[in-house]
């Protein structure tokens, strides 16, 4: 039985095209099938995380990066007795609009598309959802549930400023009550947020160690991640070969990295809401603050591994060197197609070729940025290619 705070059926605001629930599944259930049968899912296991896909097959990507973050927030929900098929469907969806080359190409976007609306991936995932999937007779998108669609759309909290096409999203898609950005989220979508950190920093360094960008000696300037790392290496390694203990080391210290911020997190949640004592769903979405949190001390160990995650291996110069190329591709890929948008594929190009003559320019650029944002790593390179390379033909 759930908690009464948690996002429940009966309560459950509905699509906006009505359509008959199923038999055998919740109405997040399906939503999560629906997601996972998309094309945008599919995308994400060619879509960078740190690595360019080609670099390694055993290197993260946005989709192992999705399922990781699903599983740790559905593992917490159960223990907080919350809505388990919510938590997971907005953490499998939540990187549906992430565009190519990771932050990369998202920072490319946001320079090329700022006369013309902006670009945030966390809004193109819902443009994913709502608009840009085809595969219904009846509607465009996947015609997710309001608490989905909610949970997508304030995946960092409380929308204040909301860009443009956020703004007016009541009005194309009209849902009981609009999605109340001003608000927080569910407990369930709090969770898919703050586990989206989680797992980004379990495995970028674990993938970092991997990849010999960081080192055990390089961690053990960080007192959380040197705990975990004195923690394994006292383990009883004497049954295993020299050669693979490393390797091992390196699982257990990541493991404990994680299992220690998910501790924390659950016992600071469930201290949070014993405060507040909400009775609703809707109780936690009016609190002043996030339900879903660390602990104070966590919460600047946890700022501390971001730090060091960003000074040691997303600005590691192997790194940048391959995201400065990816960034700059994106960008000259958006400046072409959006200058000559008959240089896209239909029904791109028919799109934007309709509402130029419609004299709505900001909607023709739109479309590239949506074409642009479904790209794999790999496409984006071979479209590069094909409108630069004078040997290559279209």
Not at 20 to 43: C, I, K, M, N, Y
Not at 189 to 194: E, S, T
Not at 206 to 222: R, T, W, Y
Not at 241 to 261: K, M
Request: hydrophobic content about 35%; aromatic content about 8%; charged content about 30%.
């Amino acid at each position: 039985m759930m908690a009464c705070y948690a996002v429940q059926r009966e309560n459950a605001r509905g699509r906006q095209f009505s359509e008959q629930e199923s038999e055998t599944r919740s109405p997040w259930q399906r939503d999560r099938d629906r997601v996972l049968h998309s094309a945008g899912f599919r995308t994400l296991q060619y879509k960078t995380q740190v690595f360019l896909n080609h670099e390694g097959d055993f290197f993260r990507t946005r989709l192992t990066h999705s399922l990781e973050v699903a599983q740790i927030s559905r593992s917490i929900a159960r223990a907080l007795g919350v809505n388990e098929d919510l938590a997971e469907v907005v953490s499998l969806a939540h990187d549906l609009g992430h565009t190519p080359f990771g932050h990369a190409g998202e920072d490319a976007l946001k320079k090329a598309m700022k006369k013309w609306g902006g670009f945030d991936h966390n809004i193109q995932s819902l443009r994913q959802v709502t608009e840009i999937e085809a595969r219904y007779q009846a509607f465009d998108g996947l015609n997710l549930t309001w608490e989905t669609l909610e949970g997508l759309a304030k995946h960092h909290g409380p929308v204040k400023r909301p860009l443009e096409w956020l703004a007016g999203f009541d009005q194309r898609y009209p849902l009981e009550g609009g999605l109340l950005l001003k608000k927080r989220a569910s407990v369930e979508a709090q969770l898919a947020a703050i586990c989206d950190d989680i797992a980004y920093h379990g495995h970028d360094l674990d993938d970092g160690l991997k990849a010999g960008l960081l080192h055990f000696s390089d961690i053990e300037e960080v007192p959380l991640l040197q705990e975990c790392l004195t923690e394994a290496r006292h383990l009883d390694w004497s049954q295993h070969e020299p050669y693979e203990r490393e390797q091992r080391i390196r699982h257990e210290t990541v493991r404990r990295v994680i299992n220690r911020l998910v501790r924390d997190l659950t016992a600071q949640t469930r201290r949070n809401l014993e405060e507040l004592a909400p009775q609703s769903a809707d109780d936690v979405r009016n609190a002043k603050r996030d339900v879903v949190a660390f602990s104070p001390k966590v919460a600047r160990q946890n700022k501390e591994i971001k730090k060091f995650l960003y000074k040691r291996m997303y600005y590691h110069w192997r790194v940048v060197r391959m995201t400065r190329k990816a960034r700059l591709a994106v960008e000259k890929i958006c400046d072409i197609l959006g200058d000559d948008p008959q240089l896209m594929p239909p029904p791109w190009r028919d799109r934007a070729l309709r509402s130029q003559k419609q004299g709505d320019k900001e909607a023709s650029w739109r479309v590239v940025a949506d074409y642009i944002a479904g790209m794999t790593d790999r496409f984006a390179m071979e479209e590069h290619r094909r409108l630069m390379d004078l040997s290559v033909l279209g």
